[in-house]
Structures are given as C-alpha cells and as structure tokens.
C-alpha cells in the first residue's frame, strides 16, 4: 500500500509540473498569436479596400442588426482615407463543400467591389481550395455593386466573375457571400 501511494504522489507531481508548464507556454504564446492574428486580419482589409488607410469599427448596433439579419456576416468595419470614408470590409463565414469558408470582401463608397480575399477553408486541394487563387479573387475586383454577382465560365458581362472549374459549391457559397455584402451595402450603408 505505502509504494502505491509513494507512485501515485509522483505521478500526481509529474503531471502538476507538465501542466504548469503547459499553462506558462500557452500564455506566452497566446499574446503572439492574437498578435499575429490581428496583423492577418489588418493586412485582408487593406488588401479588400486598398484605397482604406485605417480601419475603425462601426456603429455597434448597427453592426448587430445587420448581422442578425444576415447571419453569413460577422463583422463590418468602415475603411478610411484621413477623415474620409472610403468603404466598408465585410467578414464573411459562408458553408462551402468542404466546411466553412471565412472571407472578407471590400466594398468601395463609389459602389464597387474593391477585392476579396480568402482568409479560412477547408475545401478540397486542387478544386475548391482554388478559391484561393488570383485568377478567381481578381475576378471580383471593380464590379458594380447595383448588379447581382454571378459566376460564369467564361465571365463576360460586368456582374460576372470567373467560377471555379469542379467547385460549384465553393464557387457559389462565395458568390453568395459577396451577394449578401453588396445588398446590405445598397440597402443599409449606401449614402
């Protein structure tokens, strides 16, 4: 009886010490990673607005109310140029085929989508995780926010970004997303 308690006292010490440890590294590592986190999440905006020079959040109930309507979205800042608005970053969590897709999308004060930009997914390598690629996120870029967004092939109209080849639900989920950003743009935020 008295070695298994003597066993028992050194096991109980052994995981104290490794947990303690494991708490010290974990705070130590968190303020790095929030760091790095917010520096991500700073460089999709200017990326999304780049004519934004600093980001502010924005009204806080309207905030709320349009993402209670509009639950893919999770947050919105306003972009500024000096004392100037310039547009708005919308976060975006849409349900792609592989999980959830996260995104940003700028949209510009003179009704144009400024860019998107990919930020998390778990979508299929070499079909859906081509959401990524340039060839697909510059296909936003400048188009008019009074026209609904639509995926084509062969993009030709004004409104038309380029689809992803075998990757209709990602291709969709995120045309939705931008969808849903420019119709809160035009029916809440347009001035």
């Known amino acids: 009886m008295n070695e298994t308690v003597k066993l028992g006292l050194i096991l109980f010490l052994i995981t104290a010490i490794s947990a303690g440890i494991l708490a010290i590294s974990n705070e130590a ?12 999440d700073q460089a999709a905006k200017q990326e999304t607005l780049p004519n934004g020079k600093t980001f502010e959040e924005m009204d806080e109930k309207l905030e709320e109310a349009i993402i209670r309507d509009n639950p893919n979205i999770t947050e919105i800042y306003e972009g500024y140029d000096g004392d100037e608005l310039v547009g708005y970053t919308f976060k975006m969590n849409v349900n792609g085929y592989g999980g959830d897709i996260e995104f940003m999308a700028g949209i510009s004060t003179e009704g144009k989508i400024m860019g998107i930009k990919v930020l998390n997914h778990a979508e299929t390598p070499g079909l859906g995780a081509n959401s990524t690629k340039p060839y697909f996120t510059e296909s936003f870029r400048n188009k008019p926010v009074d026209q609904e967004v639509v995926a084509e092939r062969e993009p030709a109209g004004e409104n038309e970004v380029q689809a992803i080849t075998s990757a209709t639900m990602t ?21």
């Not at 590592?29 to 991500?40: G, H, K, P, V, Y």
């Not at 939705?176 to 347009?190: D, F, I, Q």
């Open 29 to 40: 590592t968190s303020i790095r990673i929030a760091e790095a986190e917010r520096l991500a």
């Open 171 to 191: 291709t969709d989920a995120i045309v939705e997303g931008v969808n849903t950003a420019r119709e809160v743009y035009n029916s809440t935020l347009l001035q």
